[in-house]
């Protein structure tokens, strides 16, 4: 049985290891958005600190404070895929998930004491959130890549598009999670009163801010323990087997996926491009790093971070009755599109993608611009920001983690792969934290400046993220991974 297995393949056997390191992607989502639920309570709770006045911009680094351990994971990946390898990289990240959600839940751990918010406190809780954001830049970056490096080219884009829903997966469960947890609990409602941040009726959200975020945090630890357990169970890519000289290690996992004939001329053609074990980030040419870099940039610059951390706050600031719940219908909507991304990719390739979801995002962006605060136009509001979301997550959501794990040469893509996931990381960082002070500019008091501003910034971003793929993004769709050597010394040449 063993050996028809081995010539003919097993499909079983690709699916089962990534659907485990879909896992990551699911990590990575749940980790990203559960920072939506808990904000608003994680807020009261440390205004009620007596030795310093948490303001807007504490609050915003706080929220985005993950996104700086996203940032070093992702930048350190590239390191430890090469050293470590992908499997023991990605152990490593579900450990940072695991310590992560059970710090965030109780910050005051062995340290302090529980409800006695201070400075310290707070300093400590954002720790704990740099972890599990070390987690998630590892995860953002490997999977893909170990997805990528497992996958026969003819369904690669699909395989690893799985990882984006996996992502949304994450947060339309955490969003669940996080309605299921406020349940009949009342959110703090926060005003500013003199350039101070006051709470309105704070004994109706009491719970909120003692109990309720903790339990939203917490409660990544099960999804956490579990991908760190079953990720011990799948094999090491073949990939970087070959670049360790685990030439029969590498041919076993091949074969077990692609049949004996079809592993056999893989293992040539992954030879044939490893004459260097590793080569200089540029010896491919600037452009082919360029590409990679900028892919990651405008997939955050775009903004749409900005609205899944905050959409409960959105949409309670357009006047909707139950913000959760709305937040619940945009999450069913992203999965829905990703969905159609998965299913289109391998017959309508990379860039028509990218270019049909820029439009499509820079016509609800700029909607959004010239609605928002509008009573009567609340509905025109909510549709384009859905819009907005949807186009997304059939194009820049999965298509960009598609190219970034298939459009480097094996012999720099760890390098490479690192370095354009931390610009994602980074540009994220800026577009979250600037987001609400942003969305409350006013060139006078009780103006919209801020919200026509921020998303009317966004949609022109939209536009020439468009341009951007349509000039010099190359179509990967059914192109071995080994084939990228080829291309880009012929871009250099």
């Known amino acids: 049985m063993k050996e028809t297995i081995y010539e003919k393949g097993s499909k079983g056997y690709l699916i089962s290891i990534v659907m485990v390191a879909i896992l990551g992607g699911l990590l990575f989502g749940y980790d990203t958005a559960v920072i939506s639920g808990a904000e608003k309570g994680l807020q009261a709770f440390f205004m009620g600190s007596g030795d310093f006045t948490y303001t807007d911009g504490w609050h915003g680094f706080t929220c985005a404070s993950a996104l700086i351990g996203c940032i070093i994971g992702s930048a350190i990946s590239g390191l430890l895929a090469s050293k ?13 998930f695991f310590i992560s959600a059970l710090g965030s839940m109780y910050p005051e751990f062995l340290l302090f004491s529980k409800g006695d918010a201070s400075m310290n406190l707070l300093i400590t809780f954002n720790i704990y959130r740099v972890i599990g954001g070390v987690g998630v830049g590892l995860a953002s970056a490997i999977c893909p890549m170990y997805i990528g490096e ?10 690893v598009s799985w990882n984006q829903f996996a992502i949304i997966f994450g947060q339309l469960v955490v969003y669940f999670v996080n309605f299921m ?3 009949s609990h009342a959110n703090p409602v926060i005003e500013a009163v003199n350039g101070v941040n006051q ?7 009491a719970w909120t801010a003692e109990t309720g975020w903790r339990y939203m ?18 094999p090491e890519s073949p990939r970087y087997l070959m670049m360790v000289g685990k030439e029969n290690a590498a041919l076993s996992i091949l074969s077990h996926i692609n049949g004996r004939e079809t592993a056999l001329a893989v293992q040539q053609d992954i030879k044939d491009t490893l004459t260097e074990k590793t080569e200089k980030l540029f010896s491919y040419g600037f452009i082919c790093i360029f590409v990679g870099i900028m892919l990651s940039v ?7 971070n900005a609205v899944l951390y905050y959409a409960p706050r959105i949409f309670q600031d357009m006047g909707m009755d139950n913000p959760m719940t709305q937040t619940v219908i945009m ?21 028509p993608l990218l270019i049909t979801g820029s439009i499509g995002m820079a016509i609800g962006a700029l909607l959004v611009a010239l609605t928002f605060g509008d009573p009567e136009a609340s509905t025109i509001t909510m549709l384009s920001i859905m819009l907005y979301s949807a186009s997304f997550m059939m194009s820049w959501g999965p298509i960009c983690w598609v190219l970034i794990a298939e459009i480097f040469p094996n012999t720099i893509r760890g390098a490479a792969v690192a370095v354009a996931v931390a610009f994602q990381w980074i540009f994220n960082w800026i577009v979250s934290s600037s987001f609400v002070p942003m969305f409350n500019m006013h060139l006078k008091e009780g103006d919209d400046f801020g919200h026509w501003f921020t998303y009317g910034l966004y949609g022109v971003i939209c536009i020439i993220a468009a341009v951007f793929v349509w000039r010099m993004v190359p179509e990967t769709k059914g192109k ?14």
């Open 217 to 234: 945090f917490g409660s990544e630890a099960v999804p956490a323990g579990l991908f760190t357990l079953l990720i011990c169970l799948v």
């Open 480 to 493: 071995k991974l080994e084939d990228m050597t080829k291309l880009w010394r012929k871009e250099k040449a």
């Open 181 to 183: 947890i406020l349940g």
């Open 331 to 351: 999450g069913v909507v992203n999965i829905t599109f990703t969905l159609v991304a998965i299913f289109t990719v391998e017959k309508w390739g990379r860039k």
């Open 298 to 304: 405008f997939q955050q610059a775009v903004g749409i």
């Open 150 to 159: 497992v996958s026969p080219s003819k369904i690669r884009g699909m395989l």
């Open 84 to 96: 470590w390898g992908r499997k023991k990289s990605l152990i490593f990240a579900g450990v940072m």
């Open 199 to 205: 709470l309105i009726n704070p004994g109706e959200a």
